[in-house]
T-cell receptor, first 114, second 114 residues
Framework: GAGVSQSPSNKVTEKGKDVELRCDPI?????LYWYRQSLGQGLEFLIY????????KSGLPSDRFSAERTGGSVSTLTIQRTQQEDSAVYLC????????????FGPGTRLTVL | AQSVTQPDIHITVSEGASLELRCNYS??????LFWYVQSPGQGLQLLLK??????LVQGIKGFEAEFKRSQSSFNLRKPSVHWSDAAEYFC????????????FGAGTILRVKS
């Protein structure tokens, strides 16, 4: 079946602009995660959605970062007033916690802030 | 605090030789354990995972891993490495008590020489 998809695959933006990154999880997966991967920082947890529960936002690095998940499916990660240190690969993953299926990761969005 | 240690940053093995990648964790809860593989420019692919039960788990591509609670380890093994196994390997730990978010190790880069 279809895996996790992310768009765009690459995004180049100018410092100070806002960006939106999209994640389409595997159909039926109730849990959705956002991670960031950058040189020197490894894989950093950003935010976790599970069903209708309040999201775990403990990994968001600043209030410029936000995420939402509409209808328990698609998620959007928004970065406002981008900074050069936001340049990284943003990875989304989904899982079905009840069955232990996953987490499975998408291909990522490479964000470059000039 | 939860942490995952992959002691080896780089490992080089000859094609056809056996492989063991080390992973140690520090976790204040019953852990779920994962190994992922990442090829250059690609997302993370789930190789195998341990939730409960048999401590020796089989994964895709001929990989296996053994959970040793007494040693807080979850080492990845393969009896005969193929050139296509060259990639970066990540160990990760999660737990229901911590909302299922995964904590990743820093990764081990595997080089295969012919």
């Amino acid at each position: 079946g279809a895996g996790v998809s992310q768009s765009p695959s690459n995004k180049v933006t100018e410092k100070g602009k806002d960006v939106e990154l999209r994640c389409d999880p595997i159909s039926g997966h109730t849990a959705l995660y956002w991670y960031r991967q950058s040189l020197g920082q490894g894989l950093e947890f950003l935010i976790y959605f599970q069903g209708n529960s309040a999201p775990d936002k403990s990994g968001l690095p600043s209030d410029r970062f936000s995420a939402e998940r509409t209808g328990g499916s698609v998620s959007t990660l928004t970065i406002q007033r981008t900074q050069q240190e936001d340049s990284a690969v943003y990875l989304c993953a989904s899982s079905l916690v009840a069955s232990g299926d996953g987490p499975f990761f998408g291909p990522g969005t490479r964000l470059t802030v000039l | 605090a939860q942490s995952v240690t992959q002691p080896d940053i780089h490992i080089t093995v000859s094609e056809g030789a056996s492989l063991e990648l080390r992973c140690n964790y520090s976790y204040g809860a019953t852990p779920y354990l994962f190994w992922y593989v990442q090829s250059p420019g690609q997302g993370l692919q789930l190789l195998l995972k341990y939730f409960s039960g048999d401590t020796l788990v089989q994964g895709i591509k001929g990989f296996e891993a053994e959970f040793k609670r007494s040693q807080s380890s979850f080492n990845l093994r393969k009896p005969s490495v193929h050139w296509s196994d060259a990639a970066e390997y990540f160990c990760a730990v999660g737990a229901l008590e911590y909302g299922n978010k995964l904590v990743f190790g820093a990764g081990t880069i595997l080089r295969v020489k012919s």
